[in-house]
Every structure is written in structure tokens, then in C-alpha cells.
């Protein structure tokens, strides 16, 4: 963050990555909090030498940034406040002779991270600190052991595992691969890790256990398919039309809720070859967010994996956090899965990308034919994936007729993807931010737009 970006961000509302203490003297003793809130959340700037009165900023100085500065990063860095030593970055910068330190935390890969005791951690929830809940808690150390929890083995046998599903599943495999065929039953499920030295893992349980032997170690396992006739759940005629009944394992969840959704998205008809085209972009999409789902989830979670299927959209809610930002997702930088030997089967059954969560796939194959992003909302107990279909689109579009012209392309902008921020609008319509700023206020104040979430994670919403 150089002085000018600063600047705009004192002049701006309100920011979920940005927080001001005055610091004049000393370092403030709610300045751990929001270390800790960082470091637990998605990273952020902490910045010293500034007053914050109710949205107006002033800038006071520190009196001893020398001092202050060494005595912040030895904290941080001794590892005796904190549960773990924590690097962090350091600027200075002068405002006519009055010295602002800021401080960069980044989001850690081992948490929670907490000082003095665990009843001292916190979370970043729009601009402000928040003590973690239980849950919220238990969800950061579970985290801490991410990818490892699957391969966790039980006590169970191959022979235990349900017979009907492993051979549906080696028929499957062998159709694509008759290499599959040269290889015994007991060879190929070590080498998928459903089983590691003849005891069955976490997840080759999930995948291809009994209702009854994974009750054994999930008491109350399912995934949460409704459909509701409506845009809610209140002006729905009735609570639903449909709720899956409970299946065996993962491998009957995935056939039976896929056949139930590619009858609720436009899959117009086109050939490849002699056959229909089923693999078009949206339905890829849809197929990629179950599998993300099913293989992404916490299952540990009291929550429930879960598939809502609405009149104007599709959901896909997984109990866990995403383990970085979407944008960081979507360019496949980062491959580490919650549960490495469910997506590894997902990927031997060609159902799933082969790098990555999949998240560019689903948003382009999305755009591509109901012109509009699907939208991510991002929390430390769980992660959502909302799919709008074309009749909110087509509603969207009729509403837009009403908007002044000038700001047209901003709605444009809006609808073509919610999650797009300030910045980036003023970059893509060659505007000054202040300038998109002050016409996002006025939308928003003549009711045309609304915000959903902070400024980091949330997104726009065009009202009909």
C-alpha cells in the first residue's frame, strides 16, 4: 500500500482489510485483536497515527514511531503473547512532519492464531473485530488440519464397504480406462487411498460406506438436497416440493442430486456427433459446484452440506471456509483440497478439474449462457455458491430500462458480475473512483442498488 491508495482509503466508508488505532504514545491493547482477527480472517492493514471519529478520519502522528514500531514487531515476531511467532510488514509514511505507521498482517496458514489464551481469538466480520464463537473456533482448528482429515484411517475393512456402490464405481472406471481392468480390487482402492494398509479412510467411508457404517463415525451424515417452489422460503405455496431422501454414501449422493439439477437449468439442444451434447458450459458448471460441494465440505461440521434449489437460483452451501480468496481460486494458484481422496475419485471419474477448486470453470461456464457470475459468500464456519438463473436475469434486465442513463453501464457492470468492487468499476468504465463512489451512493440511496456484505467478500444486488 503506497501513501495515495492510503488516502483513499481514509476517504472511503468503511474497509473489511483496513483498521485505524491513534497510537500517539503507546500501542493500543485492542491492537490484538485485530492481529488476531487478520491473521484468522483474510490478512488486512493496521494502521497507527490515525483517529477515527465516527466516519471522519484525522491524522495525529505517532510520537515515538521508532519505538513503537520495534516494540509491535518484537510481540508479534517472540511468539510469547501469541500462540505462533507472526511475520509482518512495516511502512512509514509523513503527513506534514506527523509520522503514520502501517502494518501489514497476512492471513495465517496455521490457525486460529490467539494471545494470551484461545478465548482470545477473533475474526474479521465486515469492518469490525469479533471474539470467534465455539464453532467458530472448533472450525479454525479443524482448518489448521486441512487435507489430513480424510486420510485418517478407521477400523473398518474393505470387505465392510458397500458392494453395490464399489462395483458401480469400478464398472464406471473401467468404461473409461480398461487399464483399470489389469488390477486387482484390493491394489486399486490402496492406490485411491480408500484404504490405507487394508484399514478404510475417512474418506473411502464417505465415498463407499453403508448408511449404518458411516453412522458409525458421522451420527447424523447426509447432504441437505430441497427444492422450493419460489424465490423463498416464505412466498414458497408450500416449505418444498422435494427433499432427498437419505442415500448410502457420496457416490449415491452425486448421481442422484446431478440428474435432479441439470432438469432445473436451459440446456438447449445440440448434437456432438451422432449424440446430444450434454457437456455445455452451465452444465459443467453445475456438475463442477456438486462435486465441489461433496468434496470440499467439512464434514466434521455440526452443519450439513447443502443444495437449495430455488425458482431464481441455485445454491450450494459447504460447512468450512475457502482456504484463499476466489480470485486466487479461479486462477488455480492454489490446489490443496479439504479432503484430497474425494476430489482425487471425483478426478479419476473425470467428474472434476484437474487442478485447482474448479472456480473458473464455474464462473465462465455460468457467464456463458446466463450472462451473469455466480456469486460466493465466504465465512470461517462455511462458504456458499449461489447459481442466478435466467428468469431473475431476464427480470434484472426489464429493471434496468428504468435506470437513468448515465448510470447505465454501472448496472450493466453490476449485473454482469456483483462481485466486481469500486476499484475495479472505476478502472473498467475510465472513471475517477471518487466519481463511481458518489453514483454508487446515489444508486444505492435511490434504492435502484443495495449492498449485500462488506466491501471484501460481499457483492451488488440490482433491485427488480
Known amino acids: 500500500m503506497n501513501k495515495v491508495e492510503l488516502i483513499k482509503k481514509l476517504e472511503d466508508i468503511e474497509w473489511e ?26 490478512g488486512g492493514w493496521l494502521i497507527f497515527g490515525v483517529k477515527k471519529e465516527g466516519k471522519e478520519y484525522t491524522i495525529i502522528g505517532v510520537s515515538n514511531p521508532e519505538k513503537i514500531q520495534q516494540d509491535f514487531i518484537g510481540v508479534l515476531r517472540s511468539g510469547e503473547k501469541f500462540n505462533k511467532k507472526l511475520e509482518v510488514k512495516c511502512k512509514k509514511y509523513s503527513f506534514e512532519e506527523k509520522i503514520v505507521l502501517a502494518f501489514y498482517m497476512p492471513v495465517s496458514k496455521s490457525k486460529p492464531i490467539f494471545y494470551d489464551n484461545p478465548k482470545n481469538t477473533f475474526i474479521r466480520t465486515g469492518s469490525g473485530d469479533q471474539r470467534a464463537t465455539y464453532e467458530e473456533l472448533n472450525a479454525l482448528f479443524r482448518d489448521s488440519a486441512f487435507g489430513t482429515k480424510d486420510k485418517e484411517t478407521t477400523n473398518f475393512k474393505l470387505k465392510d464397504l458397500d458392494k453395490e456402490t464399489l462395483k458401480r464405481f469400478q464398472n464406471y472406471i473401467q468404461s473409461l480406462d480398461n487399464s483399470y481392468l489389469n488390477i486387482s480390487e484390493e491394489e486399486l482402492y490402496e492406490k485411491l487411498r480408500v484404504t490405507i494398509d487394508g484399514k478404510v479412510t475417512i474418506g473411502g467411508l464417505l465415498m463407499f460406506g453403508t448408511e449404518d457404517l458411516i453412522g458409525k463415525v458421522f451420527s447424523d451424515f447426509m447432504i441437505d438436497y430441497i427444492e422450493i417452489r419460489g424465490t423463498s422460503y416464505s412466498d414458497a405455496p408450500e416449505r418444498y416440493t ?19 439439477l441439470i432438469t432445473r437449468i436451459d440446456i438447449p439442444f445440440k448434437t456432438k456427433g451422432a449424440f446430444r451434447d450434454e457437456n455445455q458450459p452451465q452444465v459443467l458448471a453445475i456438475r463442477e459446484a456438486l462435486v465441489n460441494l461433496l468434496a470440499h465440505s467439512d464434514y466434521f461440521s455440526t452443519m450439513k452440506p447443502r443444495v437449495r434449489v430455488f425458482s431464481d437460483r441455485l445454491e450450494f452451501m459447504n460447512p468450512g471456509s475457502l482456504p484463499a480468496s476466489v480470485d486466487v481460486l479461479r486462477k488455480q494458484e492454489l490446489t490443496l483440497p479439504r479432503n484430497p481422496i474425494l476430489i482425487k475419485i471425483f478426478r479419476i471419474l473425470k467428474l472434476a478439474e484437474n487442478a485447482g477448486y474448479g472456480f473458473d470453470k464455474m464462473f465462465n461456464g455460468w457467464k456463458s ?44 457492470e453490476l449485473i454482469a458480475n456483483p462481485a466486481i468492487s469500486r476499484i475495479e468499476l472505476a478502472t473498467k468504465l475510465n472513471k475517477k473512483l471518487t466519481t463511481i ?28
Open 17 to 42: 482489510d483496513f483498521e485505524v488505532k491513534e497510537a500517539h504514545s503507546e500501542i493500543p491493547k485492542n491492537s490484538w485483536e485485530t492481529v488476531s482477527a487478520f491473521s484468522n480472517t483474510a
Open 369 to 412: 449462457y446466463y450472462k451473469i457470475y455466480p456469486l460466493v459468500e465466504n465465512s470461517i464456519t462455511f462458504y456458499k455458491i449461489t447459481f442466478p438463473l435466467k428468469t431473475k436475469w431476464d427480470n434484472v434486465l426489464k429493471s434496468t430500462r428504468k435506470v437513468p442513463e448515465k448510470y447505465q453501464k454501472i448496472i450493466d
Open 242 to 260: 422435494y427433499r432427498m431422501p437419505l442415500q448410502k454414501n457420496l457416490y449415491n449422493y452425486f448421481f442422484n442430486i446431478f440428474e435432479r
Open 437 to 464: 463512489q458518489s453514483q454508487l451512493r446515489k444508486l444505492v440511496k435511490d434504492g435502484l442498488i443495495k449492498r449485500i456484505g462488506p466491501d471484501k467478500g460481499g457483492h451488488w444486488e440490482v433491485n427488480q
